[in-house]
């Protein structure tokens, strides 16, 4: 796969963690949260250290498209009806307030910030995203219904936010990250109360965050119950056109497309990882809709999803006080990667943070994704298949388009020789090296 963000740009280095050390505060994962709450940390003045198991922002975080909004599908309206309109305001007040942080940033750390209102439409019954527009009016951003959308096809609705943002991630993580105490290439196996297994050593923390996507710690949490991965594909088009704004689809299916410089992002196909494959249906949009345009990139990329849509940002579990988590942000992880930091920098520094019950991780399972998960798991743990994943033992799926054998009940994935890709599994020696 070729990626659009990571192309010509330098990386910095890091070294790798050896032998044991000691800190007051251990971030686990070098993505953009786990950047953002070092970034936070270290202009605190707290004793910190982040290990990265590979090297910072080669999992999920070159593969986003980067749009910074608070335009989440319609959550607001849902939000409201099942926790009332203050529950609303504080998550949509929470990520506009993400986007002007990263304004604020990219003023320090050049990344291509363009302001950009975003758009999300609708090619059948309008009226949810006529009401959503009302939703969040109500709530105090300007967003207006308009059946105005720049696509080669017409729209029968769609809501308009306006003072939303696009910026360049890779460009942003790498600026950020020089000068802060990270380690690469140093994978934490386990932790154990207020120890980090490393292959190499040991880390004793006071506070361990773990921003590494997806959870690995299975004894706490229900972590493997209320999330689950979803894989999407993406192309880069030259010759397609400039849109002015972000554009996201609302009907199942879709498709979202965003600028960057002289290239039209399109992605699209999304699915359940370990459920369908490839980048077709991606490529049949563009060749209907842009058939003059080239191909330049393309790349899959991977997200954590919530029983209810709502990231899981704060305390690991009840029982586990003084670790912290970030996961579960669905298709928006740039804004709420922002407010997982600054939600959990305030709880390791003992602050009140109005926004933490929204995203608290111990609300309420009763959701209907529950069910779903569950009943996904036991379907692949019932399939008399040799391929198994070590996670948690479910039958692996192999993914021709992306050569790779892939887990649909938690979203692990391995290479064709049985090399682990992604969590949560910790491992892939148990894969068999052929299919």
Request: glycine letters at 10%.
């Amino acid at each position: 796969m070729e990626y659009l963000w990571t192309d010509n740009e330098n990386a910095p280095e890091f070294p790798a963690l050896e032998g044991d050390a000691e800190t007051d505060v251990l971030i686990v994962g070098g993505g953009m949260a786990g950047i953002l709450c070092a970034l936070r940390l270290h202009e605190a003045g707290v004793n910190y250290m982040l290990l990265e198991a590979s090297r910072i922002g080669s999992g999920m975080t070159r593969g986003t498209t980067a749009v910074l909004t608070a335009q989440h599908d319609t959550l607001y309206s849902d939000m409201e009806k099942s926790h009332g309109s203050e529950y609303a305001r504080l998550y949509l007040e929470a990520n506009v307030g993400a986007v002007d942080s990263f304004r604020a940033l990219s003023e320090r750390f050049p990344c291509d910030f363009c302001e950009v209102p975003s758009v999300m439409y609708t090619t059948k019954e309008p009226d949810v995203l006529k009401r959503e527009a009302e939703t969040v009016r109500s709530l105090g951003v300007n967003a207006e219904f308009t059946r105005d959308v720049p696509l080669p096809f017409p729209v029968s609705g769609a809501v308009r936010y306006p003072g939303m943002a696009q910026f360049h991630p890779i460009k942003f993580l790498y600026g950020v990250s020089r000068g802060l105490n990270i380690y690469e290439n140093t994978f934490v196996t386990k932790i154990d109360g207020h120890t980090a297994l490393t292959e190499r050593g040991r880390v004793r923390a006071k506070k361990i965050i773990i921003a590494a996507h997806y959870p690995f710690k299975n004894s706490r949490g229900m972590y493997f119950l209320k999330l689950y991965q979803k894989r999407s594909y993406v192309i880069a088009l030259e010759g397609a056109g400039n849109l002015g704004c972000t554009i996201d689809n609302y009907d199942e299916g879709g498709f979202f497309l965003r600028n960057y410089n002289d290239l039209l992002i399109i992605g699209g196909g999304t699915h359940r990882t370990g459920k369908n494959y490839g980048f077709e249906a991606v490529r049949k949009f563009a060749k209907k809709y842009y058939p003059d345009a080239a191909e330049r990139f393309a790349w899959a990329n991977q997200d954590c999803v919530s029983l209810d849509g709502v990231p899981y940002i704060g305390k690991y579990s009840p029982n586990t006080p003084d670790i912290y988590v970030a996961t579960g942000f669905n298709l928006w992880g740039m804004t709420t990667s922002m407010v997982a930091s600054q939600i959990i920098t305030d709880m390791v520094l003992g602050k009140k943070n109005v926004y933490a019950s929204v995203f608290a991780p111990n609300r309420s399972m009763m959701h209907g994704q529950l069910l779903a998960n569950a009943c996904e798991a036991a379907i692949e743990l019932a399939k008399p298949l040799p391929m198994r994943c070590p996670h948690m033992g479910c039958a692996l799926s192999w993914n021709e388009a992306e050569g790779s054998w892939d887990c649909p009940c938690h979203g692990s994935r391995f290479n064709a020789d049985g090399e682990l890709i992604c969590g949560p599994a910790m491992h892939g020696k148990k894969i068999k090296k052929s299919r």
